[in-house]
């Protein structure tokens, strides 16, 4: 059975740094691109970025570029979402998907969601 | 970006029957591979997104009969033949051609 399973929510206050996490499982994590995808309350969905597992190189919207760094350890099967300066406006659930067929532009798979609450 | 115009936002329909949701892209979505990058997700109340047409028409594993797509160029429609109560939720179609990919702004299915 395929699973994405994300870390837990998340209370930080604004410049703190965060990193989460999407671990996969039952199947091959390098053959499978990962993306990461914004919620903001009440919103819509948002695509932030996404990562080849197997090189660890990341594409950027360029909403994103420079706010966040996407990363993944392939001997852990893990992608990561990092902030190193939060912001209030980045509160929001944030999912991570598997891209279909590997490579393919599409999302086969979804975690659970990690919710970020940042506030002062 | 490519902008998805998804019509209407909301939409209120009586168990057991039709619903259609309309997709519109800002560019043509057909790419010179011949496929069209146009796909389909429904968000359940408190749930992730879950995948439901990708390629325009292909229903992912799992996904009832009862749900259809169809369209070509810029132009796309998700149908449900016969709605049930499952189905509420927030749907969104979703560009893969450009990046970065972009979704509608989603449709409010919701129960009569």
């Known amino acids: 059975e395929v699973l994405l399973v994300q870390s837990g929510a998340e209370v930080k206050k604004p410049g703190e740094s965060l990193r989460i996490s999407c671990k996969g499982s039952?199947?091959?994590?390098?053959?499978?691109?990962i993306s990461w995808v914004r919620q903001m309350p009440g919103k819509g969905l948002e695509w932030m970025g996404r990562i080849d597992p197997s090189d660890s190189y990341p594409n950027y919207s360029p909403s994103f570029q420079g706010h966040v760094t996407i990363s993944a350890d392939k001997s852990i099967s893990t992608a990561f979402l990092q902030w190193n300066n939060l912001k209030a406006s980045d509160t929001a659930i944030y999912y991570c998907a598997r891209h279909g067929r590997g490579y393919d532009p599409f999302f086969d798979y979804w975690g659970q969601g990690t919710l970020v609450t940042v506030s002062s | 970006d490519i902008v998805m115009t998804q019509t209407p936002l909301s939409l209120s329909v009586t168990p057991g029957q039709p619903a259609s949701i309309s997709c519109k892209s800002s560019q043509s979505l057909l790419h010179s591979d011949g496929k069209t990058y146009l796909y389909w997700y429904l968000q359940k109340p408190g749930q992730s997104p879950q995948l439901l047409i990708y390629e325009v028409s292909s229903r992912f594993s799992g996904v009832p009969h009862r749900f259809s797509g169809s369209g070509s160029g810029t132009d796309f429609t998700l149908k449900i033949s016969r709605v049930e109560a499952g189905d509420v939720g927030v749907y969104y179609c979703m560009q893969g051609i450009h990046l970065p990919y972009t979704f509608g702004q989603g449709t409010n299915l919701e129960i009569k």
């Open positions: 039952g199947y091959s994590f390098t053959n499978y691109w």
